[in-house]
């Protein structure tokens, strides 16, 4: 299936701005759908956006407005264009992707997607 990784993490003052990136070692074109998940330190593991490849986007209240996930073929890599950060956006980033199910009643899956990136962490600082 090949590997997610993402990368663009770094340390940023409030109210700036991050592009995360996912490359997906494989064809990312099989993926039927792509997200991203953040886990701050303490707290679980939350979905924040998915896109399917219907072009299907979501966006959790608290990122809308301020987020954009968006999808390169030619790239093979899905993006996280991250604006006006605050201090509750400090967390580990994870790119995951599933290749079936992503147009059934239950997706995503509560239990998270089939492919997992290994994590970069944004730090916001005031």
């Known amino acids: 299936q090949g590997d997610l990784a993402e990368s663009g993490g770094r340390s940023v003052e409030s109210g700036g701005s991050l592009k995360l990136s996912c490359l997906d070692s494989?064809?990312?074109?099989?993926?039927?759908?792509m997200g991203w998940y953040r886990q701050a330190p303490g707290k679980e593991r939350e979905l924040i956006s998915f896109?399917?490849?219907?072009?299907?986007?979501m966006y959790i209240p608290s990122v809308k407005g301020r987020f954009s996930i968006s999808v390169s073929n030619p790239d093979n890599s899905l993006y996280l264009q991250m604006n006006n950060l605050s201090i509750d956006d400090t967390a580990t980033y994870y790119c995951?992707?599933?290749?079936?199910?992503?147009?059934?009643?239950?997706?995503?899956?509560?239990?998270?997607?089939?492919?997992w990136g290994k994590g970069t962490q944004v730090t916001v600082f005031a």
């Open positions: 995951a992707a599933d290749r079936q199910g992503c147009y059934g009643p239950s997706w995503p899956p509560a239990s998270g997607m089939s492919r």
């Open positions: 494989g064809y990312i074109w099989e993926n039927c759908g």
């Open positions: 896109r399917k490849s219907n072009d299907q986007t």
